[in-house]
């Protein structure tokens, strides 16, 4: 740079040492600091201009002498800045302050420097005159950096959260994997000749099945659920709501439970799901799938729908005669035989089921008058091969008014299985209870009431429970006018031996449906 501007300078002197011999006119230039704006000059015209932040222009005009003497530098320029000639107007010499930007041209004809034009400066497609330094532009540069480095972060985690949502729905009615064709295809199977657009549902059941007894396969589940049409509502608890359904022209029951109540949907789905465990006098298991409505997600269970409702509902409107009464009970019986049950089988394994929470609202009564186990929400397993108890993972507790002594003074094993059949026998106890004061044997019957109603409230706490079973250890009244019955007097003795303090000494289910299957075998009973 330093070599440049000495060129410049010795080629100057040389041309004014040149004009001088050769005697050459000098130069007129316009200036401001001369009289009369002229100048005379054995050099160069020279034109500063000064273009500030807001663009404002303005122009200076000066001869070779006061450039060399710096008589018009501090006017020209403030600061230390030297300038060279260009004599090319379209790249002139440009200097750059922080907030000014500096052009310096030179000509060599009279009053040249007057009307200097910078082309490059003026006219588009010139000259490309550098940026204007500010002090602010590396903090822009860190700001929009971080900016875009935001709003790709927000990006991915958005992308990550619709993914996780999206696997969650999925997982929620796709934990079981299955090879099963969909029911559409099925049904245009030609090895399946009998199935078709108004095959019921018990025909598919035995068209589909894995011959496990476990239902339906899952493929065909979620078809089956998003046909489903919901028609009324049939009832409210504390898992959700039941709806009577229609799916091609027959009924179904859709018991919904809410997202917050994935838990008991999920376990009542697994326990449906397992080996063998579908009978007569257990709710028929149709289908189980997960409704997302874009505000919250619903989760179906689909099963038989039996417009007598629950045991609770039939016995509060109907009588039943003494025959009604052990075809009832004995329905029960077997149902709760088969749960408890072991039952090795040529597909697999039925594992012994625990209800823990027998009740009259979860028993439904079926259009022939017999009784089918529901609700199984609660239910524990018997792991054989381990000697385990596969316990429900959710905080809900049975019913405090048909829990056993044992639960309510919490001194029941836990790890120990038959602990939760004997349980299950003593609300069985209760529930022959509910049925036996509506047999109608001639003479009348009693109002329905539930169990304990003249002992505690509607709604009691476990305490006031505890206090009646565990501590005063009463039981629900038995009618002496029951003894003159032999039906009712055998009922009564079976209840009497499930409600024993000692739970050991409780009878099984098995023996119970037996005693019930030989009363019932007699057809002299008489009331």
Known sequence: ????????????????????????????????????????????CYTSIIIDTSNKETRMYSTEEEHVDSKCEDQILPGK??????????????????????????CNTKNCNKDHVIRGLLLPGGYEEPSVFSPWQPWLLMVAVLAAFVLLLS?????????????????????????????ESVFDRPEVPLMGPHTPIRGIIELTSSGSGSGLPLLVQRSIARQIHLVDIVGKGRFGEVWKGRWRGEFVAVKIFSSRDERSWFREV???????????????????????????????????????????????????????????????SNGLAHLHMDIMGTEGRKPAVAHRDLKSRNILVKSNRTCAIADLGLAVRYDAST???????????????????????????????DAFKRADIYALGLVFWEIAIRCNTGGGCEDYQLPYYDMVPNDPTIEEMRKVVCIDRQR???????????????????????????????????????TLANLGAQEDIKC
């Open 387 to 417: 000697d385990s108890v596969d316990i429900a993972p959710n905080n809900r507790v049975g019913t405090k008014r048909y829990m056993a002594p044992e639960a309510l003074d919490e001194s029941i094993n836990m790890s120990y299985f």
């Open 81 to 106: 800045y030297t300038f060279d000639c260009s004599l090319d107007n379209e790249k002139p010499n440009i200097y750059i302050d922080k907030t000014i930007r500096y052009y310096k041209l030179c």
């Open 270 to 332: 697994e326990i449906y799901q397992t080996v063998m465990l579908r009978h007569d006098n257990i709710l028929g298991f149709i289908a189980a799938d997960n409704k997302d409505n874009g505000t919250w997600t619903q989760l179906w269970l689909v099963t038989d729908y039996h417009e007598n409702g629950s045991l609770f509902d039939y016995l509060m409107r109907y009588t039943v005669d003494t025959a009604g009464m052990i075809h009832m009970a004995l329905s029960i």
């Open 155 to 183: 990006v991915v985690l958005f992308a990550v959260i619709c993914l996780w949502h999206h696997r969650q729905n999925q997982d929620r009615s796709g934990r079981y994997t299955s090879s099963f064709p969909d029911i």
């Open 1 to 44: 740079m330093c070599l440049k501007m000495g060129s410049l300078r010795l080629l100057q002197l040389l041309l004014l040492i040149f004009n001088m011999y050769s005697g050459i006119q000098s130069l007129i230039c316009y200036c401001d600091t001369c009289d009369n704006k002229q100048c005379e000059t054995a050099g160069f």
């Open 476 to 514: 629900p009244t038995i009618p002496n006018k029951w003894q003159s019955c032999e039906a009712l007097r055998v009922m009564s003795k079976i209840m009497k031996e499930c409600w024993y303090h000692n739970a050991a000494a409780r009878l099984t289910a098995l023996r119970i449906k037996k």
